[in-house]
């Protein structure tokens, strides 16, 4: 892929923490879309190299920005309407808490994927408008394409 494909506009943010339960599965996921923005967690830079996957999602067509502050200019974006969707595959409780306390549901939709141990955790979030939980990495591909072919 080339750089201006790389920089064009994406509608898809894609959030990587640092759990590894269902990350492979996750990443397939994530590899097979067209084109997304991929921010990762630091724990996320932590994780896939373990995994052996960093490498896998380099040399995909995504953009990946790594967390480098809590004032990261990328991550504004994710307030600011320029993504259609936004994806948090997968999640750990850890992850979700701090969300839940910062973000304020606009009414797009929102996939997130925990394990089951990580509900009671996000029961808070599934109760907000547009927010969609998936169970298992199957789940999350099939409300990825109901939401993406339901996009203009």
Sequence with gaps: MT?????SRSS????????????SE??????????????LSKAAR??????DL????????????????????PVAKLYTGEYKLVVIAPVTSNSIQPEINSLTPQGDQVLVHVRKIDLENINRL?????????????QLKSHLHTQLASQP
């Design 3 to 7: 750089e201006q494909e790389k920089t």
């Design 12 to 23: 898809i943010a894609w959030g990587i923490t640092g759990a590894g339960h269902f990350l």
């Design 26 to 39: 996750c990443l397939d996921i994530l590899v097979a879309l067209n084109r997304a923005d991929v921010f």
């Design 46 to 51: 932590e994780v896939l190299p373990s995994y």
């Design 54 to 73: 960093f490498a896998k999602l380099r040399q995909s067509p995504h953009r990946i920005f790594l967390d480098t502050s809590a004032g990261s200019r």
């Design 126 to 138: 599934a109760c907000w408008p547009g927010v969609i939980l998936a169970a298992d990495p199957e």
